[in-house]
């Protein structure tokens, strides 16, 4: 498995942990719909909330959180329209993402609650 990919399962499970602690129950993880993904799907104080994890191991050249751009946000709000009509859900829903910044042997986590909204057309 290429480095990239270890970070990012790494980074996945440092979220996971730091939701639980948090007190979030985690539902999914990597949840798919058709070529798009959501990588935790979790819930807290009857909210649904979706979960975007982006790990580095260097924020030289930009932040983690910054890699979370209006197309990939626009692929995880679809994820989540689908999620949400699967399941038929109805609560009310929060986009967050959860950076990791692989730094010094340890890892840096910063958790930005409400990232994105979805945009009304």
Not at 15 to 21: D, E, M, P, Q, S
Not at 70 to 75: D, E, L
Request: charged residues 35%.
């Amino acid at each position: 498995m290429a480095f990239h990919n270890e970070l990012g399962e790494k980074g996945e499970k440092v979220a996971v942990k730091h939701l639980i602690n948090k007190s979030y129950l985690i539902k999914e993880q990597n949840w798919r719909f058709k070529n798009k993904e959501i990588d935790i799907i979790s819930f807290k104080d009857d909210i649904l909330v979706v979960v975007e994890v982006k790990t580095r191991s260097s924020d030289e050249f930009e932040k983690p959180q910054d890699a979370v751009t209006k197309k990939k946000q626009k692929f995880i709000i679809e994820a989540t329209n689908a999620y949400i009509e699967k399941y038929n859900l109805d609560f009310d829903v929060r986009f967050d993402i959860i950076s990791v910044l692989f730094k010094n042997n340890k890892f840096e986590i910063e958790h930005i609650e409400d990232a994105f909204q979805p945009l009304l057309r």
